[in-house]
């Protein structure tokens, strides 16, 4: 089974340009969620999405951040336009349910992004 | 407002010994906990949860306690690999209140394990 995938892995912008990044979950997870680490700091949820449908958005910083996931299968994260607060790995993961016990969500390898 | 704190920012550790990372909380609604390791430029991986209604859960050579009353875990590695040095993550949900997608993370302990 193919894990998490996200695209790209590594993305260097400058400020005010725009970028959208990628994720593929594991095939039959419903559930997608985007996270963030800034340099050093904790991983920081941004967003879930139960299929199509934005479950909870509310860790996304402000509406610079535009999350989609058409059709219920990939999903993109756009930042634009872009400022330097923003660099830092961007975590993709999924589960087949929500978080409760028993189950757990698995995290692609994330999405570096440099904005200078 | 840090509602999941691991106060050690790195552990070292001589191989065959126990490792022993902790975790504090604040928020009472958590009733989910879980580790996560994760390695240089890649993402965490799940190793280990704990519902709230239990106190420890074992999964070979990790055992994960939770003192619900100090708000607090452990998460107890042994015996020490040199293979799990890494990040360790500990994170928390209130997956029984409608933010049940949401995983509220601490900010790491960098384990080494020492040949």
């Known amino acids: 089974e193919a894990g998490v995938t996200q695209f790209p892995s590594h993305s260097v912008i400058e400020k005010g340009q725009t970028v959208t990044l990628r994720c593929d979950p594991i095939s039959g997870h419903d559930n997608l969620y985007w996270y963030r680490r800034v340099m050093g700091k904790e991983i920081k949820f941004l967003l879930h999405f139960v299929k199509e449908s934005k479950q909870d958005e509310s860790g996304m910083p402000n509406n610079r951040f535009l999350a989609e996931r058409t059709g219920g299968t990939y999903s993109t994260l756009k930042v634009q336009p872009a400022e330097l607060e923003d660099s830092g790995v961007y975590f993709c993961?999924?589960?087949?349910?929500?978080?409760?016990?028993?189950?757990?969500?698995?995290f692609g390898e994330g999405s570096w992004l440099t904005v200078v | 407002d840090q509602q999941v704190k691991q106060n050690s920012p790195s552990l070292s550790v001589q191989e065959g010994r126990i490792s022993i990372l902790n975790c504090d909380y604040t928020?009472?609604?958590?009733?989910?906990f879980l580790w996560y390791k994760k390695y240089p430029a890649e993402g965490p991986t799940f190793l280990i949860s704990?519902?709230?209604?239990?106190d420890k859960n074992e999964d070979g050579r990790f055992t994960v306690f939770l003192n619900k009353s100090a708000k607090h875990l452990s998460l107890h590695i042994v015996p020490s690999q040199p293979g799990d040095s890494a990040v360790y993550f500990c994170?928390?949900?209130?997956?029984?209140?409608?933010?049940?997608?949401?995983?509220?993370f601490g900010q790491g302990t960098i384990l080494t394990v020492h040949p």
């Open positions: 994170a928390a949900s209130d997956a029984g209140g409608t933010s049940y997608g949401k995983l509220t």
């Open positions: 704990i519902s709230s209604i239990k």
């Open positions: 928020n009472s609604m958590f009733d989910y």
């Open positions: 993961a999924s589960s087949r349910q929500g978080i409760w016990s028993g189950n757990t969500i698995y």
